[in-house]
């Protein structure tokens, strides 16, 4: 037996102090050159988990009363809630005590690189994320049949000093623009969208699925009783009359839905402000038919003096746009 | 120039340079000199186009989507073609001289009952008796649609209407959202001239309806087109829940009375519309006066309607080849109208080029939809749960106590302690109503981390626990634990990356401690793992209370019974029946135990049969049973007015307090 000063004291001692200054390895450089203590694959599922991703609809909203049907619910992510279902995932596979220190001893790293991680989840069309970790992140869970009926919705959300009109058509690269971690749909008829900062205005707009023509119905009263119009339209501008300019579209009597396009041009011709000529062709009779993807504008008005506290304050704001659609005489 | 990427172009017509028909091509060649001839040159050309049946090629889309369902109630159906002069190919000569030129390609949308789909006949049967297409024909055999009058009347687009109707869309190729992979960059699109509409039932409520879209021929036929209406007949507004035709008959009503039936006093449904839309050719005709079934119409609309259970039944259980036949048969059947009805109606054929169903549902539109949200915070109430709108349902009575919510997002629910209590906790999901702070690091850059849930657990000021993050660490751990991909990848980190990194470090450190010194210098290193392991050892057993955790006793001590005499030994000797002064005068010699061993027990002695003994028994018994009853009927226990035999259930069937009644009661 060799003598040796070896007590379970020292032992102990000389473990915590190991652990204590544990240093983790670099596990791989990431596509930017950063060092990365967690391996890639890891990462990335962590940060999928942190935006919610596979967490049971019943503990994101814990009552149905929180979401009923035909609602639009604005919320903050719970960035404690979030890091605590990390954490919870990162606890498996703990044996013992030295593998739960040398996690905490790590944790802080580990928390740092999934806030990194987290805006690469989505990256729509190669999109990138703005440079900077999300500090506030929020979103929206809309329950409606528009979803379920409405595949592939447009949702924007603009940031703080986002001045635009209701119809402006924003593009793509505005400033105020926020970066979008998560748009999917939980449900059939459930959508979730998670923005990274707060938005001033959230714009939700019908797909733009192929090119649709219609028409806009009131209901007089009784409601199965519909009074089809199309707002005129200037037909050298391809441009809505400003005001707006309803022309009442002719019904065939005994016939519902049948329309008589005919006589619909003929009023939108004598309408002097559609600029049309004496005869309305095949491609202006369609272009005042032409149905823009419907924008529904959630957020305070511009121009609004007192700023109210409720940040998403609806307004039903009813406007078209986005697309723009520039008209020319028939060539021939 | 092509339009730019977003942007298109919208042409009224695109005439072909040569429309479609047979040519011939005749060349001579004059050299100015009679005595020099060359033969004439006779090519002949045809030019094709499609013409009873359109190339699946040919269509590049069409809207609304082939059998899908939705609320299509202010859009026109509508469909894309590849080829742009195909709406103008044939030059069929219009009635009257048009200009712009008048396309022979109709998009008709017909409701069910309304028209018949025919199955492939030849093309020849596939205009209305009489009129006579001149060949050459595209394909041998085709579909027809065939309609009455009424829907002419009601449906078609008038001659004028189809001038504007088709008109020619020019896109940028390079933009695949409106190119659709079109070859050229122009597209022919054939837009319908009804928007359809839900149906109605015969309580006048709405319900889905089936609509088929036609691509129709016209060639021959133009006359048939309903006439323009004049300006004062129209009106700006319509009855959504008006029917323009419906032909499923009954056809129990048309086997039991054919007579009534074909006398034209037979089962058309309600045609409420007609009556009073009052168009020409409106047969109002009561469905269930005339008949005398007294069975009501829209019995026969519901067996009529093919749901898609019915169509996938079909094509489960049919033979693989005429799945396609019998599947397509099942789609369409609300468009088949029975053979009878048609022949004693005035019909037009018209061949179909193409054709799709879609169901137009009860739904709003988008606007709708958007305008009729309930909009607010999470954690907030709506105001009403209903839905907005005509169509919304009644909500459903609540079955359950009133949820409990709190300003913070916190919600309250039922909560099962692992004691068994049932509490209600506080649970707040990740989607809160306020921002909240995360964690922060301390002064050495540490954060707060958490092993395992119950260290998230908090107890709020009112006194109930929230368990928030708690239920947010166990999802977390269940989502990981539900991978094994993810298990193996978290293992194979902490092995590879910083396992090895502490193994390495304390390598490192040991080398370098004095501690080691020795043993490493003297290369005995195999014996250090036994050292360390009989030292820990040692030291733990050393002090087991701080090391492990303290000893559990082996018993744990029983409850001191409270026995009347207050003597056990004379209370179980009583009990069986021997002398305990006996026993205890033994024990002195023997020992307790021996004494017991030494003591006979009165055991009761087997009586042989007597006869009288079954039926004293037995009288015994009842006797027994009354006195028990009495007794239990006296005595005051906790659900009294009750039977004895029923007792209250989980009360055992004993109504009376025994001895484990008073040990719980005490122990409350």
Known sequence: MIEVNLTATAVFANAIDLVKTFQAPVAETDELGNDRIIPLELRRWLARLRLLEGVPFAYLAADSELLPPESIRFFYVDRRYTDALVEGALSVGTAN?????????????????????ERYVRMPGGELPPDRVSETVTGMLLRSRAVSGWPGLHVRAYGAGFQAADDAIVPDDDPHRLYMLRLERLAPAVLLALFDGIPAAVHIEEPRHGIQFGVRFDSLGDPSTLQPWIPARDGTTGLD???????????????????DMRRMDERLRNDLKTKMGTEVDAGENALQLLRFPYRQVFGNPPGQGVPDPDPFRPTPTLRIADLEVAFQRGVQ | MTPPKGYFVLHPFAVPALPSGAYTLHAEHDLGDTTLTTAPLDSHIVVTAPRFTMPPDQILSTFPPANAEGGFRDRLPQIVLKRRTLPWDRSAPAPDDHTPPVPWLALVVIAEGEGSLSGEVPVAQCTTGGVVLDPPYDVPTSVYLEVPQTTVDGVFPTLDDLTVLSHVREVDLADTELAMGDDDGFLAVVLANRLPQPGVDADTKLIPRKYLACLINLEGQYDVLPKPLPEVDLVDHFDALAVVEDLRVDTSALVTNPDAFTMGAATFQVPKGIAAGGAGAARALDATAATGTGQPASAAAKSWA???????????????????????????AGFRIPAAVLAVLRTYRFPVLAHWSFTVTTDGTFETYMRGLDVGLLGS????????????????????????????????????????????????????????????????????FA?????????????????SRAGGFEIGRLLALSQPSVVAAMARWRRDSFGAEAARRLAQQAASADMFANTLQTGQSHDLGRLLGRDLLLAAAANTDVVLAPNRPPTDPGRPLDLPGGDLGQVVADGLGFSIDQVRKLANNLGVAGALRQTAVPVSVQVPADPAAPELRAALDVAIDRLAADVLRSTPG?????????????????????VLDELLREDR
């Open chain 2, 451 to 467: 092993h395992t849930s119950d260290q998230l657990r908090t107890t709020t000021p009112d006194g109930r626990e929230d368990v």
């Open chain 2, 306 to 332: 093919p749901s898609p259970r019915d169509i996938e039944s079909v094509a489960v259980s049919a033979a693989p080849d005429e799945v396609g036949r019998l599947v397509r048969d099942q789609m369409s």
């Open chain 2, 638 to 658: 906790p659900t009294p007015g009750l039977q004895p035999g029923l007792a209250a259930p989980g009360d055992g069937g004993d109504s009376g307090p025994d």
């Open chain 2, 381 to 448: 109430v709506a105001a009403s749960a209903a839905p907005a709108g005509p169509n919304a349902l009644p909500a459903p009575p609540s079955s359950r106590p009133p949820a409990e919510f709190t300003e913070t997002g916190h919600v309250g629910l039922p909560h099962q302690t692992r004691r068994g209590d049932h509490v209600r906790a506080w649970y707040r999901g990740p989607l809160v109503p306020s921002p909240t702070t995360r964690e922060q690091r301390d002064g050495d850059g540490r954060l707060p």
């Open chain 1, 97 to 117: 005590t030295s593998d739960r220190a040398e996690m905490e001893q790590l944790y802080p790293q580990i928390r740092d690189e999934i806030d990194e991680e």
């Open chain 1, 241 to 259: 009359v400003q005001p707006l300019d309803r022309v009442s579209v002719p019904c065939r009597p005994g016939s519902p839905g049948v329309l």
